[in-house]
């Protein structure tokens, strides 16, 4: 258990800046791509394949072989080991064998001496296809009966008949698009041959022990043989999850058979071609509901498009079905997720990590039920929540720490949602081309990671004999502050200013068998390891002190002035010197699993989380009915991140993924055409929001209370719950629609992403009598 924060009282612990910013705003923050390249480096690239589905016939490497600069040309036949770089089911293969499932898999490898020849080379591959008839979307994949693995039910109480009891019912539906991570750092990883045949890859990853682990496999070595290393990601998302170690492995397979240290620098096209996205879906849903809105019954199905091949899809499926009641308690409720298997790439991790899918699905039925009676929105919400004797999710879990009820009623105060929203339907009234919206919709979302055995991380403390610390732990450093949040809990320990605390790049020969930084759960693991790792040290300072200074262990106290022992004050590198000269360890290991964990997934029933982090936001929209463009103009956030580690960086993470949420349902647009061939795989295409996309009112505030859970010093993860806060501009652009036509007691058919076109159609629909 976390000990009480004796430095920081609540709301008082300072707000240390990102331990790179300093380098990043300088320019001199060193990523893969900046490592120095040795003379004899090669530089790769792959032939992607011009079919979406097919078999391979013949294959002439002739041409790339002899392109300039080429050096070496690889196939699946080189492969020493596992042809594999898949997280789950095996079914990723590195380099196409036989056949092709996607259009731009990889099917074979370019190694050349400079970048520029290696792309170049691998355009000249000479393949002869028998193409097949792909199976793109949701209904070709359902009518071919083709799924990553069968369909998943979640129930409670029963739903068919609450819903034939029902007063009202309705039925809806909506599709929602995918996203693209967009990182700023594309993906790239080196690799170096060392001694006795070791592999040493340094990778832009958030799993180092799966690349380790799939590297090891691949050429046939003990994962002993393989170090995987990442000092900082430029960005990430989910994307470098699992989807890194294509070509981590590339470069280890180039090192491997040539002698010399390789490199996969991948061109932003062939990036958004050749790696996976968020899951698009298709949601339909059939409600029974009372005069007041309250939910009697609720059908709700999940149709995943998730690609070519297994990737993580199972779990974020699950995670869909975990969070289709977001913050409402459904008494008699059916889920049903249909994972279907697609020739587009493999769909992958993204932030929420199928999270807010399955909230936007249950955002929208109370939409609808709104509309059918006639209600203000928020009043169906709230007449849903979670509360006293109706506090159990559809998966069996019992609520401990709902706080979603007071959080929305004091947002809507502090926001003055209900004048706005007057003045709204005021603005409405009178404007005919202009429409507006404004919508207040709340989060709640599980923490931890729905494989049990995932929630597991390890820490290493070295504290020197000047008084300075170095930390190695297990987390990878995205951008999302997690080693100054860990940096803090170290220092914090000693008393010590962060200053003094080095924290160095994630390696696997120092912390082994790590989890990935996902899940929102990386200060939570990795930060409590690191705690405990620290507090060992200074358990045995306390030991060392008061044997020499004739007091007990607990009169030993670590301040912001020094040790206090008895009646001495010590600086820290002074206690150092001395536990040193009596021959104690000043290094020591942490390790920590999260508790009170469990799930039984055959029956979709257990506490798959360790505690849940909510927040509410209110977004109010404006709406051009002649062109479909909309503008955000207001946003209040009101979110929960228990006792901050660091108001700044949490506060950089809310707005972050409330806008990169915001994207997601507005602009950004995933297509693939008729032969499998994605049409948005450049910033020309895909469209990410900008500055300008900001609302100029943009107010966040964090909830003034702390974790119910004996978290690191009681604080809650802040990583992937802000960006569903951005469906309150989905439900707010709905409003503005359904302001077309106020006569009409129905919900405008509007799909994600709410982009100028998708507008037009639901303005036009709803206007339609």
Request: hydrophobic share 40%; aromatic share 6%.
């Given at each position: 258990?976390?000990?009480?924060d004796?430095?920081?009282?609540?709301?008082?612990?300072?707000?240390?800046p990102?331990?790179?910013?300093?380098?990043?705003?300088?320019?001199?923050?060193?990523?893969?791509?900046?490592?120095?390249?040795?003379?004899?480096?090669?530089?790769?690239?792959?032939g992607?394949?011009?079919?979406?589905r097919?078999?391979?016939?013949?294959?002439?490497l002739?041409?790339?072989?002899?392109?300039?600069?080429?050096?070496a040309?690889?196939?699946?036949?080189?492969?020493p080991?596992?042809?594999?770089?898949?997280?789950?089911a095996?079914?990723?293969?590195?380099?196409?064998?036989?056949?092709?499932?996607?259009?731009?898999?990889?099917?074979f490898?370019?190694?050349?001496?400079?970048r520029?020849?290696?792309?170049?080379?691998?355009?000249?591959?000479?393949?002869?296809y028998?193409?097949?008839?792909?199976?793109?979307?949701?209904?070709?994949?359902?009518?071919?009966?083709?799924?990553i693995?069968?369909?998943?039910?979640?129930?409670?109480?029963?739903?068919?008949?609450?819903?034939?009891?029902?007063?009202?019912?309705?039925?809806?539906?909506?599709?929602?698009?995918?996203?693209?991570?967009?990182?700023?750092?594309?993906?790239?990883a080196?690799?170096?041959?060392?001694?006795?045949?070791?592999?040493?890859?340094?990778?832009?990853?958030?799993?180092?022990?799966?690349?380790?682990?799939i590297?090891?496999h691949?050429?046939?070595?003990?994962?002993?043989?393989?170090?995987?290393?990442?000092?900082?990601?430029?960005g990430?998302?989910?994307?470098?999850?699992?989807?890194a170690?294509?070509?981590?492995?590339?470069a280890?397979?180039?090192a491997?058979?040539?002698?010399?240290?390789a490199?996969?620098?991948?061109?932003?096209?062939?990036?958004?071609i050749?790696?996976?996205?968020?899951?698009?879906?298709?949601?339909?849903?059939?409600?029974g509901?009372?005069?007041?809105?309250?939910?009697?019954?609720?059908?709700?199905?999940?149709?995943?498009?998730?690609?070519?091949?297994?990737d993580?899809?199972?779990g974020?499926?699950?995670?869909?079905?975990?969070?289709?009641?977001?913050?409402?308690?459904?008494?008699n409720?059916?889920?049903v997720s249909?994972r279907l298997?697609?020739?587009?790439v493999?769909?992958?991790?993204?932030?929420?990590?199928?999270?807010?899918?399955?909230?936007?699905?249950?955002?929208?039925?109370?939409?609808?039920?709104?509309?059918?009676?006639?209600?203000?929105?928020?009043t169906?919400r709230?007449?849903?929540?979670?509360g006293?004797?109706r506090?159990?999710t559809?998966?069996?879990?019992?609520?401990?720490?709902?706080i979603?009820?007071?959080?929305?009623?004091?947002?809507?105060?502090?926001?003055?949602?209900t004048?706005?929203?007057?003045a709204?339907?005021?603005?409405?009234a009178?404007?005919?081309?202009?429409?507006?919206?404004?919508?207040?919709?709340?989060v709640?979302?599980?923490?931890?990671?729905?494989?049990?055995?995932?929630?597991?991380?390890?820490a290493?403390v070295?504290?020197?004999?000047?008084?300075?610390?170095?930390?190695?732990?297990?987390?990878?450093?995205?951008?999302?502050g997690?080693?100054?949040?860990?940096?803090?809990?170290?220092?914090?320990?000693?008393?010590?200013?962060?200053?003094?605390?080095?924290?160095?790049a994630?390696r696997?020969?120092?912390?082994?068998?790590t989890?990935?930084?996902?899940?929102s759960?990386?200060?939570d693991?990795?930060?409590?390891?690191?705690?405990?790792?620290?507090?060992?040290?200074?358990?045995r300072?306390?030991?060392f002190?008061a044997?020499?200074?004739?007091?007990?262990?607990?009169?030993?106290?670590?301040?912001?002035?020094?040790?206090?022992?008895g009646?001495?004050?010590?600086?820290?590198?002074?206690?150092?010197?001395?536990?040193?000269?009596?021959?104690?360890?000043?290094?020591?290991?942490?390790?920590?699993a999260?508790?009170?964990?469990?799930?039984?997934?055959?029956?979709?029933?257990?506490?798959?989380?360790?505690?849940?982090?909510?927040g509410?936001?209110?977004s109010?929209?404006?709406?051009?009915?002649?062109?479909?463009?909309?503008?955000v103009?207001a946003?209040?956030i009101?979110?929960?991140?228990?006792?901050?580690?660091?108001?700044?960086?949490?506060?950089?993470?809310?707005?972050?993924?409330?806008?990169q949420?915001?994207?997601?349902l507005?602009?950004?647009?995933?297509?693939?055409?008729?032969?499998?061939?994605?049409?948005n795989h450049?910033?020309a295409?895909?469209?990410?929001p900008?500055?300008?996309?900001?609302a100029?009112?943009?107010?966040?505030?964090?909830?003034?209370?702390?974790?119910?859970?004996?978290?690191v010093?009681?604080?809650?993860?802040?990583?992937?719950?802000?960006?569903?806060?951005?469906?309150s501009?989905?439900?707010?652009?709905?409003?503005?629609i359904?302001?077309?036509?106020?006569?009409?007691?129905?919900?405008?058919?509007?799909?994600?992403?709410?982009?100028?076109?998708a507008?037009?159609?639901?303005?036009?629909?709803?206007?339609?009598?």
């Amino acid at each position: 258990m976390a000990e009480r924060d004796p430095l920081w009282p609540a709301g008082t612990r300072p707000s240390n800046p990102h331990d790179s910013a300093h380098l990043h705003v300088a320019g001199l923050a060193r990523y893969v791509d900046d490592e120095a390249e040795p003379a004899d480096m090669l530089h790769l690239a792959f032939g992607l394949s011009s079919e979406a589905r097919a078999k391979i016939v013949a294959m002439d490497l002739d041409a790339v072989r002899a392109a300039p600069g080429v050096v070496a040309v690889f196939t699946a036949a080189d492969i020493p080991g596992a042809n594999d770089v898949g997280p789950i089911a095996h079914d990723d293969r590195l380099l196409a064998d036989r056949e092709v499932i996607s259009h731009g898999q990889p099917v074979f490898l370019v190694a050349a001496t400079s970048r520029m020849a290696a792309r170049k080379a691998a355009r000249l591959g000479a393949i002869t296809y028998e193409p097949l008839e792909p199976r793109l979307t949701v209904t070709q994949a359902r009518v071919a009966g083709e799924r990553i693995e069968a369909d998943q039910h979640m129930a409670a109480g029963d739903a068919q008949a609450a819903l034939a009891a029902a007063p009202h019912r309705l039925s809806g539906g909506l599709a929602i698009g995918a996203q693209d991570h967009f990182y700023l750092e594309g993906q790239v990883a080196h690799a170096r041959p060392g001694e006795d045949g070791q592999i040493h890859v340094v990778s832009s990853t958030q799993h180092p022990s799966e690349i380790q682990h799939i590297v090891a496999h691949m050429l046939e070595k003990p994962s002993a043989d393989v170090t995987v290393e990442v000092r900082r990601m430029g960005g990430a998302f989910g994307g470098k999850e699992s989807q890194a170690a294509l070509f981590a492995a590339a470069a280890a397979l180039a090192a491997h058979h040539t002698g010399r240290p390789a490199k996969f620098r991948c061109d932003r096209d062939d990036d958004m071609i050749v790696t996976g996205k968020r899951h698009d879906f298709e949601v339909s849903y059939e409600a029974g509901y009372d005069d007041a809105g309250r939910i009697l019954a609720l059908k709700l199905n999940y149709a995943a498009r998730c690609g070519a091949t297994m990737d993580l899809s199972p779990g974020i499926n699950d995670r869909t079905m975990f969070h289709a009641d977001n913050c409402y308690f459904l008494p008699n409720v059916e889920i049903v997720s249909e994972r279907l298997k697609t020739n587009t790439v493999s769909a992958t991790a993204f932030r929420g990590f199928g999270g807010p899918q399955g909230m936007l699905g249950i955002e929208r039925v109370c939409d609808h039920i709104a509309a059918r009676l006639g209600l203000d929105p928020l009043t169906v919400r709230q007449a849903n929540l979670y509360g006293p004797g109706r506090d159990v999710t559809p998966y069996g879990m019992q609520l401990e720490d709902n706080i979603a009820p007071q959080l929305i009623t004091r947002l809507k105060e502090t926001s003055d949602y209900t004048a706005r929203r007057e003045a709204v339907a005021a603005f409405n009234a009178n404007s005919p081309v202009l429409k507006r919206g404004i919508a207040l919709t709340p989060v709640k979302f599980g923490i931890s990671f729905t494989t049990t055995h995932l929630n597991q991380a390890g820490a290493l403390v070295h504290l020197y004999t000047d008084g300075s610390i170095q930390v190695n732990h297990g987390g990878t450093e995205m951008g999302q502050g997690l080693y100054i949040k860990v940096a803090q809990i170290v220092a914090d320990v000693f008393a010590v200013p962060v200053s003094s605390v080095r924290i160095t790049a994630t390696r696997t020969d120092k912390v082994p068998n790590t989890s990935a930084t996902a899940a929102s759960s990386g200060a939570d693991l990795n930060g409590m390891a690191a705690h405990y790792a620290a507090l060992a040290i200074r358990d045995r300072l306390c030991a060392f002190l008061a044997g020499a200074h004739g007091c007990a262990p607990e009169e030993v106290s670590f301040t912001a002035e020094g040790i206090r022992a008895g009646s001495e004050l010590i600086p820290l590198a002074d206690a150092a010197r001395r536990a040193h000269i009596g021959r104690i360890s000043l290094s020591s290991t942490g390790f920590y699993a999260t508790p009170d964990i469990a799930y039984d997934r055959a029956a979709h029933k257990g506490r798959p989380f360790y505690y849940f982090a909510y927040g509410a936001a209110v977004s109010e929209v404006v709406v051009d009915c002649l062109t479909g463009e909309h503008k955000v103009l207001a946003v209040d956030i009101l979110h929960d991140v228990g006792r901050s580690l660091n108001p700044a960086i949490d506060r950089g993470q809310i707005e972050g993924g409330f806008i990169q949420g915001q994207g997601w349902l507005t602009t950004e647009v995933v297509e693939w055409d008729g032969k499998g061939r994605l049409l948005n795989h450049s910033p020309a295409t895909y469209k990410i929001p900008t500055a300008s996309d900001r609302a100029k009112h943009f107010r966040i505030e964090l909830w003034d209370g702390e974790n119910a859970k004996p978290t690191v010093h009681r604080s809650k993860a802040v990583g992937e719950p802000p960006l569903m806060l951005a469906n309150s501009v989905f439900c707010a652009i709905s409003a503005a629609i359904a302001a077309t036509n106020p006569a009409r007691r129905d919900l405008p058919p509007l799909h994600a992403p709410a982009t100028p076109e998708a507008v037009l159609k639901a303005i036009a629909a709803h206007k339609a009598t």
